[in-house]
């Protein structure tokens, strides 16, 4: 069973392999790196260690503010479980860490975790200015006796992967081909909450989801996805956008799903949202008429999408 620790007071460790960084999204470059490590370290005996920051450095070190991550806390610890990782250690990021150095960091480290091996991608570097980049920490493995094993860049569509390049295809609603470099379906979970009523009457009852304020909302749209309800899976039709059809002071970027054939009160109820095709962009209407013709268009797209997702992955749906 995975051990996972938000403090390393107490923690004395010995005989382990790590990797170290912020691993938002557990993109398919991060699994590759870890998926190794696991693998190698249990074939040496080692356990294997997945050191993560929260919060984000760029939200600690640039103020990134507002919906950013990729994956929240639970969500990456989840994925690195699934991965085989015997310790995933959530450490806070502060300033004050920004500007330790990297020998006293890794000196730290080795106290508390015992590493043999520190695996790391081609562009790693920790410590104040960056100073402890691959060459300087294999330098330093030298003296304090463990190893640096890199892993070379993994890229797509011509590109190496990283969170920054998914994050941009999810603000910009690609959420395909963001599902491709994260090697799932982007998710989003929250509460059913209160809206204005206008879906109801009209005909067409959506859930307004409140996805909190970290995690990253796709780009303004309409998207088919999955929705899991009390452990059941259901197809939606989701909106993700300001509603331009009715004009509003409120500027901010609402996710409203309609559940396809449920009927229910779902207030209060936690819908998790898996993003499978993005049907169009936010469009404004001249009239109700209008807007309800083009929901329709929509559901029945999205059905269409679901039904051969469904074939494809053998996932049923309600």
């Known amino acids: 069973m995975m051990q996972h620790f938000t403090s390393l007071e107490g923690v004395i460790l010995e005989n382990t392999w790590l990797t170290i960084g ?4 557990i993109h398919i470059g991060h699994q590759q790196l870890i998926r190794e490590l696991n693998l190698q370290a249990h074939q040496a005996g080692a356990k294997s260690v997945v050191l993560t920051f929260y919060p984000h450095p760029a939200v600690v070190l ?6 950013f991550y990729i994956t929240t806390r639970d969500e990456k610890i989840e994925l690195l479980d699934r991965l085989d990782t015997d310790i995933v250690i959530t450490y806070p990021f502060t300033n004050e860490l920004s ?3 990297a020998r006293d960091f890794i000196t730290f480290l080795i106290h508390h975790l015992g590493f043999r091996q520190l695996w790391v991608g081609h562009d790693f570097a920790l410590g104040r200015g960056r100073e402890g980049n691959v060459s300087y ?9 463990y190893k640096v094993h890199v892993m070379e860049p993994v890229k797509a569509y011509g590109r190496i992967i990283s969170s920054s390049l998914i994050r941009n295809l999810i603000s910009e609603g690609k959420i395909t081909e963001a599902n491709k470099l994260l090697g799932r379906r982007y998710r989003l979970s929250g509460e059913v909450i209160h809206g204005d009523g206008r879906g109801k ?12 304020e970290e995690k990253l ?3 303004a749209g309409i998207y088919a996805c999955r929705a899991k309800i009390l452990n059941k899976q259901w197809s939606a039709a989701v909106n993700v956008g300001t509603r331009p059809t009715f004009p509003s002071a409120d500027r901010k970027a609402h996710v ?10 779902l207030y209060s109820e936690i819908i998790t949202l898996e993003f499978v095709e993005r049907l169009r962009g936010e469009e404004r209407f001249e009239n109700i008429e209008e807007l309800v013709k083009q929901i329709y268009i929509d559901i029945d797209q ?7 997702d469904e074939r494809e992955n053998n996932i049923p749906l309600n």
């Open 62 to 67: 640039r103020g990134r503010s507002g919906a």
């Open 302 to 308: 999205t059905r269409s999408i679901m039904i051969l």
């Open 217 to 219: 909302i796709p780009g």
């Open 99 to 101: 500007q330790s150095s």
């Open 22 to 25: 912020s691993f938002d999204g």
């Open 201 to 212: 009457r009209i005909g067409i009852p959506t859930a307004n989801i409140d996805t909190g």
């Open 256 to 265: 409203e799903a309609y559940i396809l054939d449920f009927s229910g009160d």
């Open 137 to 145: 920490l294999t330098q330093l493995g030298e003296e304090l006796s």
